[in-house]
């Protein structure tokens, strides 16, 4: 057989093995996590959006999922006092519907961000700049004078 041949037969099985492939599997994302941080719980398209699905978990209880562009899905904040370590979450479509159950790691750290008093800080000293700025500015434009 020539090669031509040989990439056609290869390419057609990969499409089959492709097609035949189970939908993609509930997702949890990103994992791991650091406590503090949101996480996405998806479906993977799993569900029919009319009967409805939920997620639970010891890390933040029941939590439903609505009907997005992947299938159902919500976004949920691991809350500061988790755990380090795997802990299950389980998302089950409609009443006495499939079951799909994954493990988010969530690792010891916190989440980096601004908080209001940062924030608030940061602001103060830029005034005190700008001000000292215009101050400075404006010495300079009567001294030239």
């Known amino acids: ?3 031509a041949h040989r990439a056609v037969v ?6 089959a093995l492709g097609a035949a492939a189970p939908a993609a599997p509930a997702r949890v994302e990103p994992d791991p996590v650091v406590a503090g941080q949101r996480v996405h719980l998806g479906d993977g ?5 009319a009967g409805g699905a939920r997620a639970v978990s010891t890390l933040f ?6 009907p997005g562009a992947h299938g159902m899905a919500a976004d949920v904040r691991v809350p500061e006092r988790a755990a380090p370590g795997r802990h299950t979450v389980t998302i089950r479509c409609a009443a ?5 159950t994954e493990t988010l790691t969530v690792r010891r750290g916190r989440v980096e961000g601004v908080d ?6 940061g602001l103060a000293l ?5 001000g000292a700025a215009y101050l400075l500015r404006r010495r300079g434009a009567v001294a030239q004078s």
């Open 10 to 15: 290869a390419l057609l099985g990969a499409a």
């Open 116 to 121: 209001v008093p940062q924030a608030a800080g």
């Open 96 to 100: 006495g519907g499939e079951m799909f």
């Open 61 to 66: 209880g029941p939590v439903a999922l609505r």
């Open 1 to 3: 057989m020539k090669l």
């Open 45 to 49: 398209g799993r569900c029919g959006a």
């Open 126 to 130: 830029l005034v005190l700049a700008v």
